[in-house]
Every structure is written in C-alpha cells, then in structure tokens.
C-alpha cells in the first residue's frame, strides 16, 4: 500500500478515514483531523513543503462521507477570514460541513482543476480476447522448440519439365531499292573526231576552239582526224 494512503486507515478497525477538519500552522505544517465510520477520530500532519506527493490523497479523503465512505459532491462554499467553510453532499447521508484553511483550499482547488483536466485513459479490452490465428499446415512445436524456417538462400525444386525456350524476335529485313536506270545515251560525250570536225569543234585533249578543216590543233598539237 503506499504510505500516504496508508497514513488516512483507521488503526484501530483498518477503516479509511474521513477528512473533516483542514488547518495549516506557520511552521509550514498542514494538520487534519479525521474520523473513520466507527467514529474513530485522530489527528495527522504533513510537511507542505511535500504537498504534491500527499495532496491528491488529501483531497479523496476529505470529498469521503465519514459515516459511509461515499463519495462527496460540492454544494457551496463559504470563506470567513483564514476558514473556508464547504458543504458537500451525500447521496445516502445527505449534507455535511467540513473547514479548511483558506490558503490550503486555494492550493487543493487549483490541483482538482488541474487533475480533473487530465484525460482519462482508456478502458481496458473488454475480452475475450480472440484466439490465436495459425497459418494453414502451421504445427505448434513443444515449449522451448521453435517452428523450422525456410532458409533465404534455399534454391528451387527441380522440375521434370524441360524449361521454357523462347526464340528471339525475327526482324524483317528490306532489301534496299535499286536507283532507276538511266536512259541510254544520257550523260555519254561524243567527241568530233576525223571528218566531223566542223568549225565551231573544240579540241577533244585540251578543249581549245578549232577552225574548218584542221588536222591539229593549234594550242597543244593533237592530231585530229
């Protein structure tokens, strides 16, 4: 159990114990005065200097019906001075009045707003959970032995039909096209030779300009016939 909340049990019947005074001395002290529901009453103190380890235990024990142990809800409050008075109710014993120090009401007020502004955390699985799903031909081994797995580098089984050949792709080849034939006689020189020369005729060595009837030329000698 942890020692703050055992600090709010009844040591004489194990009962918890109800708030119903709150004072805090100068000292630092915060001191209270509890009741169980057998009417056991005592008294227990507490540094403030450690008022967040005990406060939250604080305030569930003060909102506790000393007859009961119900829990309390607020109703009103009421500050005279250094004494806040609060009245609370009970769902089976109606209204109860407790005190507190001012001081210390303003510190437990500014934790209940702090902790009633957590969110809650979320409900647990409400079960059965479900079974276990296996995968199909998976066998549960003994305890402390493992199911066998298939090693990554593990080749094929081999297969009695001959694999697949796959021929490459034929390319269809055109041949290329031949040029037209050129007509005969185009592109073919006749040179003048013998008695064809006429005037106007050109040397068929050098190209030099002949007259009528020459039988050389006069440039570079060529015979002509």
């Known amino acids: 159990m942890d020692p703050i ?16 005074k709150i004072m805090v001395s100068k000292k630092g002290y915060a001191s209270f005065e509890v009741t169980c529901p ?3 009453s005592g008294k227990r103190k507490f540094n403030m200097a450690q008022q967040n380890e005990w406060m939250p235990a604080v305030i ?3 909102y506790m019906c000393p007859r009961c142990g119900a829990n309390l809800t ?10 806040t008075l609060i009245l609370l109710n009970c769902p ?5 009045k407790k ?11 500014a934790l209940r707003k702090q902790l009633s502004a957590r969110p809650a955390y979320p409900p647990a699985y409400p079960g059965p959970y479900p079974p276990q799903q296996y995968p199909p031909g998976y066998q549960q081994q ?3 032995q493992s199911q066998p797995q298939p090693s ?4 094929p089984p081999a297969t009695n039909h001959p694999p697949d050949t796959v021929s490459p792709p034929q390319m269809e080849v055109t041949p290329p096209t031949p040029p037209p034939a050129e007509p005969s006689g185009v592109g073919e020189i006749t040179l003048p030779t013998g008695n064809n020369i006429d005037a106007g005729d050109f040397c068929p060595a050098c190209g030099e300009e002949i007259t009528s009837g020459a039988k050389f030329c006069t440039n570079c000698g060529t015979e002509l016939e």
């Open 60 to 62: 569930k024990h003060l």
């Open 74 to 83: 607020d109703l009103r409050q009421k500050t005279e001075g250094d004494r």
């Open 99 to 109: 005190a507190v120090s001012t001081s210390f009401w303003y510190a437990m007020d």
């Open 142 to 144: 003994p305890y402390g």
């Open 5 to 20: 909340e055992g600090e709010f049990i009844c040591r004489k019947c194990q009962k918890p114990l109800s708030i119903n």
């Open 152 to 155: 990554p580098y593990a080749q």
């Open 38 to 40: 057998h009417k056991h």
């Open 92 to 96: 089976t014993h109606s209204k109860i």
